[in-house]
């Protein structure tokens, strides 16, 4: 009897544990669209054509590009080869959690990173200019985590 | 040998009893303010309504911006005008020390004021009262338009008698003026005086501009301009208004700082994705890369030696900070705690470097000496960055940005100081939300 009752205790803490840690991993996939701090979202993403979109997005202090990423650049790219006398800029943003200076730098390289991987995709290096802002652009004021990841952007913009 | 110890202690009780009398500890941070009376300035009665001028009107003004400038270094307490017993003239001739030490002040600021051909003559003397005795007595005669700069100069002149350190109230403050909403920020470079007077406007706020910084003799400014949309670093002439872009890179140049004799400008020059730190002589044009990374540098600036640059660098994975020869060799990194480091700029009196630390989400504004030991944090916030030193070296100016809300609400960004000692943290006003302040020099050397 006293044997069972252990048990009994056990599994109460067993299962509260459980229901516990099911209401952590529950609240997080709806509405955040955030993978280790990349946004993989839409909600401030514009289209170049149906199909392509305008913007690849960074973590934190980086400028590696998500697999997500790289694909939006290669129907960025496809998008450009047919359409030979278009010409874009990319510009590269960071977030406001960063001093200036280095933003700007950083905005620099996430811009070039991704005007890299169109290169090698076909499309001529003259075809396309890189411009930061560093963190003077932000397409999401608020101070939010998610605001931020939507910030570290680099987004491709149609030249006239 | 205690008998050359006791001969050594009695020296130094001398030349403190010849010397100084009072002192004032800016060493610590002082939570014990020195109290000082700065008495109304004496007018000459002669001068009393010459033509337009109002001199006794002057006189006020002069005495209320010294009042502000000691009340604002923490270290001083001006008393309250309505327990002054002696009037200004007597007192300015010879105070009754006693009656001043009977309202507890330790130091008192007399003055005279008249009008001669034209001219605006501000006489002041600085006394000690527990010591009866004079500091030090000057004039200065100007245009009465000027006196303002008359009143900062005073008061660094009583500053440095009393502190033994040079002064920094006749100095300006040139920094970025921020309006609009935060997606759709207005910038534009403003200038003011250091205790917020004066304010102009250098640019329209026509394209975006970025931390601009003053050349040793205040005359030019260098900052970055997003001009027809190419990021370049400019040259502005702050008389003139002549504005000129700095050599004709072909990709962003930013992060500019002048060299501490004003020939070269300093900056990082960003290209195919890849950013370092290159000196360009503003004389001979002539460009040299000064660092060959394939990481970020940038933030560079100048030893006051003009010897070494300590500059930001994420080479080791994340922004740290390093010092170089100005040559670019023996490059060492000596940031080395928790968290990322930013925006080092090195004091004007070379021996600690100024950082913005990221640490666990908070920003922080920082010092350390130049080999990197020695770190202190000055001060926590949400947002702040890019200290920028009191041409004494003692205090540092930086800007703050507030939290914002889901649609960017209450945000604001200010111009706040600090000392290095961690003390007298206040804000500066400005007439718009502010950032990227740089300090001038004296103006009056």
């Known amino acids: ?160 | 040998m205690k008998k050359l110890f006791y001969i050594f202690t009695i020296l130094i009780f001398k030349f403190n009893f010849a010397y100084s009398l009072i002192e004032v500890d800016i060493t610590r941070g002082n939570l014990d303010p020195l109290p000082i009376a700065i008495s109304p300035l004496h007018v000459d009665p002669q001068s009393d309504n010459y033509q337009d001028v109002k001199v006794k009107e002057l006189g006020d003004l002069i005495s209320a911006v010294i009042e502000k400038n000691f009340k604002s270094t923490g270290l001083f307490n001006p008393l309250n005008k309505d327990a002054f017993v002696q009037k200004p003239d007597i007192a300015h001739l010879k105070p009754r020390f006693e009656d001043w030490s009977l309202i507890t002040a330790q130091a008192l600021v007399t003055g005279k004021l008249l009008m001669k051909d034209d001219k605006l003559k501000v006489e002041f003397r600085l006394w000690d009262i527990s010591a009866n005795k004079e500091m030090i007595a000057l004039a200065f005669t100007t245009t009465p338009s000027n006196w303002r700069r008359v009143a900062h100069i005073i008061s660094d002149k009583i500053y440095e008698r009393l502190t033994g350190e040079t002064g920094y109230f006749d100095t300006r403050i040139i920094y970025v003026s921020e309006t609009g909403p935060k997606t759709q920020r207005v910038k534009k470079l403003a200038i003011m005086d250091q205790d917020g007077k004066n304010t102009k406007y250098l640019t329209l706020g026509n394209e975006l501009v970025l931390t601009p910084r003053f050349n040793p003799t205040n005359q030019l400014v260098t900052y970055l301009s997003y001009f027809r949309n190419l990021p370049r670093v400019y040259l502005l002439d702050i008389e003139t208004g002549i504005q000129e872009v700095v050599g004709n890179f072909p990709g962003m140049t930013f992060a500019p700082r002048f060299s501490p004799d004003g020939k070269k400008i300093i900056m990082s020059f960003a290209k195919d994705g890849n950013s370092d730190i290159y000196t360009m002589d503003l004389e001979t044009r002539l460009v040299e890369k000064i660092t060959e990374d394939s990481s970020i540098d940038t933030s560079p600036s100048f030893s006051p030696n003009g010897k070494y640059i300590c500059f930001n660098s994420d080479r080791s994975g994340l922004q740290q900070i390093y010092t170089m020869k100005s040559d670019g060799s023996g490059v060492k990194r000596i940031s080395f705690g928790n968290g990322i480091y930013g925006t080092p700029v090195w004091s004007p009196r070379g021996d600690l470097i100024a950082f913005t630390k990221v640490r666990a989400g908070k920003f922080y504004i920082g010092v350390m000496r130049s080999d990197g030991t020695g770190e202190r944090l000055l001060t926590e916030n949400f947002y702040q960055e890019a200290p920028s030193w009191s041409p004494n070296g003692r205090l540092l100016v930086f800007y703050r940005e507030t939290k914002s809300g889901q649609d960017g609400e209450g945000f604001s960004a200010k111009l706040w100081s600090i000392d290095i000692t961690g003390y007298n943290e206040r804000e500066l006003k400005t007439e718009t939300d502010a950032s990227d302040p740089s300090w001038s020099s004296l103006l009056s050397k």
């Open chain 1, 1 to 160: 009897m006293k044997f069972n009752k252990r048990i009994t205790n056990l599994l109460i803490i067993f299962i509260s544990a459980l229901a516990l840690s099911a209401c952590v991993t529950a609240k997080k996939p709806t509405g955040v669209s955030m993978s280790s701090d990349v946004y993989t979202g839409t909600d401030t993403v514009k289209y170049l054509a149906s199909g392509v979109k305008d913007r690849v997005f960074f973590a934190t202090n980086r400028s590696t590009l998500t697999s997500a990423s790289r694909d939006t650049l290669r129907k960025q790219s496809d998008y450009l080869r047919k359409n030979k006398d278009l010409n874009v800029v990319l510009e590269g943003h960071a977030d406001e959690r960063g001093t200036r200076e280095y933003n700007l730098a950083l905005g620099e390289k996430r811009a070039n990173t991704a005007k890299d991987y169109m290169m090698t995709y076909g499309v001529s290096g003259k075809r396309i200019s890189v411009i930061s802002y560093g963190k003077e652009k932000p397409v999401n004021s608020a101070s939010t985590p998610l605001a931020w990841s939507q910030n570290r952007r680099s987004v491709t913009v149609k030249v006239k």
